[in-house]
C-alpha cells in the first residue's frame, strides 16, 4: 500500500540548516517531491528527485533518498524566515497514477 | 497566481445549502483532482478527472459531486455538508495522470466551513 509519513513540526534558528524526513511504503515509487504551502496559498513544488537517483542539490535545498530505507529527507541550508511554511513529501507510483502525500512539517524559523 | 485558479477563496454554508467550487486551469493539463486539506491529516485524494472522466472516486460520500465539463475547468458541487466537511479544498491539474517530474500544479484552495 501506499503510506507517507512526517514528523508534524519543526522550529529552527534562522541562518540555521533544516532537516525534514520523511519514509515512505511503496517501494516502487518512480517520482518523490517536496512541496512547499505558505498560510492561505495552495501547494507549490519546490523540488523532485527520481527514484534512481540518491542526492540532488538546488541551491539552498538537498534531497537525500535512501532507497533501502525508504526514507528521504530535505535539507534548507540557511534557512530563512520567509521558509516558514508546510512542507509536504509526497510520492507518485506507476501503479497508483496519483500522487501519495504526507500530513505535513510545520517549519517554523525564530528569527 | 499559479495557473490553477480557484473561487471562491472562502465559503461559510448552512448544512442545508447547496454551493458549488470552481477551479479552471488553462495550463494545457489533461488531468484535474480534487484535495481535501483538514488539520494535521494527509491531503486526501478525491476525485481524479482525465481527459474530462471521472477515473477514480475515492469512496468520497455523495454530498460532494464533482463535474467537469471540459478540460479547463472542474467543479465541486456540495449539499447537506456536515460540520466535519469543513476543510480546505484544494484543485490540482497535471499533464497526464501519470507520474511525471514536474508533479501537480496547485491551486490556492477553498476554505470551506460548514456551520
Known amino acids: 500500500g501506499e503510506d507517507v509519513e512526517q514528523s508534524l513540526f519543526l522550529s529552527v534558528r534562522e541562518g540555521d540548516s533544516s532537516v525534514i524526513n520523511c519514509t515512505y511504503t511503496?517501494?516502487?515509487?518512480?517520482?518523490l517531491y517536496w512541496y512547499k504551502q505558505e498560510p492561505g496559498a495552495g501547494l507549490q513544488l519546490l523540488t523532485y528527485?527520481?527514484?534512481?537517483?540518491d542526492m540532488k542539490q538546488d541551491q539552498r535545498l538537498t534531497v537525500l533518498l535512501n532507497k533501502k530505507d525508504k526514507h528521504l529527507s530535505l535539507r534548507i541550508a540557511d534557512t530563512q524566515t520567509g521558509d516558514s511554511a508546510i512542507y509536504f513529501c509526497?510520492?507518485?507510483?506507476?501503479?497508483?497514477?496519483?500522487?501519495?502525500f504526507g500530513a505535513g512539517t510545520i517549519l517554523r524559523v525564530k528569527s | 497566481e499559479t495557473g490553477v485558479t480557484q473561487t471562491p477563496r472562502h465559503l461559510v454554508m448552512g448544512m442545508t445549502n447547496k454551493k458549488s467550487l470552481k477551479c479552471e486551469q488553462h495550463?494545457?493539463?489533461?488531468?484535474m483532482y480534487w484535495y481535501k486539506q483538514s488539520a494535521k491529516k494527509p491531503l486526501e485524494l478525491m476525485f481524479v478527472?482525465?481527459?474530462?472522466?471521472?477515473?477514480e472516486n475515492n469512496s468520497v460520500p455523495s454530498r460532494f459531486s464533482p463535474e467537469c465539463p471540459n478540460s479547463s475547468h472542474l467543479f465541486l458541487h456540495l449539499h447537506t455538508l456536515q460540520p466535519e466537511d469543513s476543510a480546505l479544498y484544494l484543485c490540482?491539474?497535471?499533464?497526464?495522470?501519470?507520474?511525471?517530474?514536474?508533479?501537480?500544479?496547485f491551486g490556492s484552495g477553498t476554505r470551506l466551513t460548514v456551520v
Open positions: 490540482a491539474s497535471s499533464q497526464e495522470i501519470s507520474g511525471d517530474p514536474y508533479g501537480y500544479t
Open positions: 511503496d517501494s516502487s515509487s518512480t517520482y
Open positions: 528527485i527520481f527514484s534512481n537517483m
Open positions: 509526497a510520492e507518485v507510483t506507476p501503479y497508483g497514477n496519483k500522487l501519495v
Open positions: 495550463l494545457g493539463h489533461n488531468a
Open positions: 478527472y482525465s481527459l474530462e472522466e471521472r477515473v
